[in-house]
């Protein structure tokens, strides 16, 4: 049975990648795709795991590869989803989750429309900065900066498909679980999960 694909989206300081660690840690046969980035690495990331960390000119030989199934420019820096990555997962019945910016949701949503796109959205604006300051790594210009971005991105939310405000967090992580449980409860993939069932009690 094929996987899913699952998007995510969000302003930056929404909280979205709190939430994609928390979901991968809870459901079974649900993991993350790690993107391949031009951005210097944060101390407490690492290499593999939060990101792939490539240089511009080998993001550009990718780029030239056709190896992305979706990319982006945010913030001066380039960020891409490798497609052998994602679709060897989905063939193999895991759903995976894409954690991307409205750019790389678009692209996804032309090459895949059948999959889940989710927007995740802050309680208010004056939270979301006080998220972004909170994080200490930023400088008030990059902050500034962050925030215009913030309500760009947001403007694209009716492009989604499911939309969530991460205000309590495991509210939120709670309807992110109903989204994933209801398209694993559909009829079409419980027809083919259940089938021994459906033979028997239908002989």
């Known amino acids: 049975m094929k996987g899913k694909l699952f998007v995510i989206s969000a302003p930056s300081g929404a909280g979205k990648t709190s939430l994609v660690k928390q979901l ?7 993991r993350a795709s ?4 031009t951005r210097e690495r944060r ?12 240089s511009i000119n080998r993001f550009k030989d990718m780029l030239a590869q056709d190896a992305f199934i ?9 960020y891409g989803t490798a497609k052998h990555t994602v679709e060897e997962q989905l063939q193999q019945g895991i759903d995976i989750i894409l954690e991307i910016d409205w750019q790389g949701a678009q692209q996804i949503k ?24 909170g994080r200490g790594q930023d400088s008030p210009e990059v902050i500034a900066r962050r925030m215009q971005f913030a309500l760009n991105d947001i403007s694209r939310y009716s492009e989604f498909d499911y939309l969530i405000v991460n205000d309590d967090f495991q509210q939120a992580i ?3 679980k ?6 694993r ?17 239908l002989k």
Not at 24 to 29: E, L
Not at 70 to 78: L, R
Request: no cysteine.
């Open 34 to 37: 790690v993107s391949y980035t």
């Open 70 to 78: 979706e990319h982006a420019k945010v913030y001066d820096n380039y």
């Open 178 to 183: 109903s989204i994933i449980t209801t398209y």
């Open 24 to 30: 991968t840690a809870d459901i079974p046969m649900l």
């Open 174 to 176: 709670y309807e992110l």
């Open 43 to 54: 101390p407490a990331e690492v290499d593999g795991q939060d990101y792939h960390f490539v």
């Open 110 to 133: 032309k090459q895949l429309p059948t999959s889940i796109s989710i927007f995740i959205l802050p309680p208010s604006i004056a939270i979301l900065r006080e998220r972004l300051m």
């Open 185 to 201: 409860l559909e009829l079409t993939r419980q027809q083919e999960k259940l089938q021994p069932i459906l033979l028997d009690l």
